[in-house]
């Protein structure tokens, strides 16, 4: 059985960083493409950035240039490197996997992944 645990969230002022973990278990399927989606109060789950297990990588434009999202694959953990946050970056960051399948790069919608973790709150104040 799939599992993903999310942590590394809290609450920076804007222009600090975070940086989140998702450690995966239970599959050992190749291809897959792991992704961090955020959600806001409101507002639907969107894509953040996803890596497939090529090493191909997508990032939402909102965040290009800021985040940078990785993997160590020993450690069975993916990784989101998020600086120059800003308000808007604010909500419960979701990360997700999509096994049998490459990312090629681009962006999906939530819909299209099966396996999710619990989330972790991202805070940026002023």
């Known amino acids: 059985q799939v599992q993903l645990v999310e942590s590394g969230g809290g609450s920076v002022q804007a222009g600090g960083s975070l940086r989140l973990s998702c450690a995966a278990s239970g599959y050992t399927y190749r291809p897959y493409c792991m992704a961090w989606f955020r959600q806001a109060p409101g507002k639907e789950r969107e894509g953040v950035a996803n890596?497939?297990?090529?090493?191909?990588?997508g990032y939402a434009d909102s965040v290009k240039g800021r985040f940078t999202i990785s993997q160590d694959n020993a450690k069975n953990t993916l990784y989101l490197q998020m600086n120059t946050l800003k308000l808007e970056d604010t909500a419960m960051y979701y990360c997700?996997?999509?096994?049998?399948?490459?990312?090629?790069?681009?962006?999906?919608?939530?819909?299209?992944?099966?396996?999710w973790g619990q989330g972790t709150q991202v805070t940026v104040s002023t």
């Open positions: 890596i497939d297990s090529s090493g191909s990588i």
């Open positions: 997700a996997v999509r096994v049998e399948f490459r990312c090629y790069g681009q962006m999906y919608a939530a819909s299209l992944f099966r396996n």
